[in-house]
């Protein structure tokens, strides 16, 4: 008995996974003016050999989304990882509109559940319509995850914090 009892707990231990980047995650909701901006390709975990991206004369490209005042965002390089595994599937540019919205929720115990604030951007693919935001204050950060949340397999965008430029 004692051993099924072991052989059950490591199999529920082992099974229980959790999003690693579910911490940093944005539960408060932010205004719709922090999220003005450019942000900046930072980093993927998706595909390790990948390490930048290049255009047809072998130029070093950084992928750039642009969220304007106006409800509409510009996509420019982005690298766009597709299916389950993830595998990625070159570079893509698209423009349309973008909403704030819950994107989804993040489970903290058994009576509480915070919401994570995300950015919707309308027209992209499924893979990339759900950007969510990260960090507890301004600047936020976009964070994509592909496949299995728990595999951290996440692409991030860093903010150009231009409020303290004048």
């Given at each position: 008995?004692?051993?099924?009892?072991?052989?059950?707990?490591?199999?529920?231990?082992?099974?229980?996974?959790?999003d690693p980047?579910?911490?940093?995650?944005?539960?408060?909701?932010?205004?719709?003016?922090?999220?003005?901006?450019?942000?900046?390709?930072?980093?993927?975990?998706?595909?390790?050999?990948?390490?930048?991206?290049?255009?047809?004369?072998?130029?070093?490209?950084?992928?750039?989304?642009?969220?304007?005042?106006?409800?509409?965002?510009?996509?420019?390089?982005?690298?766009?990882?597709?299916?389950?595994?993830?595998?990625?599937?070159?570079?893509?540019?698209?423009?349309?509109?973008?909403?704030?919205?819950?994107?989804?929720?993040?489970n903290v115990?058994?009576?509480?559940?915070?919401?994570?604030?995300?950015?919707?951007?309308?027209?992209?693919?499924?893979?990339?319509?759900?950007?969510?935001?990260?960090?507890?204050?301004?600047?936020?950060?976009?964070?994509?995850?592909?496949?299995?949340?728990?595999?951290?397999?996440?692409?991030i965008f860093?903010?150009?914090?231009?409020?303290?430029?004048?």
């Amino acid at each position: 008995m004692k051993k099924t009892f072991i052989i059950l707990l490591l199999i529920i231990i082992s099974s229980c996974q959790y999003d690693p980047y579910a911490h940093k995650f944005t539960t408060i909701e932010p205004k719709k003016s922090e999220l003005i901006g450019e942000y900046f390709f930072n980093n993927q975990t998706v595909d390790n050999s990948i390490d930048e991206f290049k255009d047809e004369n072998g130029g070093v490209i950084i992928p750039k989304i642009i969220i304007k005042a106006n409800g509409e965002f510009e996509a420019l390089n982005i690298p766009y990882f597709k299916g389950f595994p993830p595998k990625y599937n070159g570079l893509i540019t698209k423009r349309g509109k973008w909403i704030k919205d819950v994107l989804g929720i993040i489970n903290v115990g058994e009576k509480e559940n915070l919401k994570h604030w995300g950015i919707h951007l309308i027209e992209m693919p499924t893979e990339l319509k759900g950007a969510g935001l990260m960090n507890k204050k301004y600047p936020y950060d976009l964070i994509f995850t592909f496949g299995d949340p728990d595999q951290g397999e996440i692409m991030i965008f860093k903010k150009l914090d231009n409020k303290n430029e004048n």
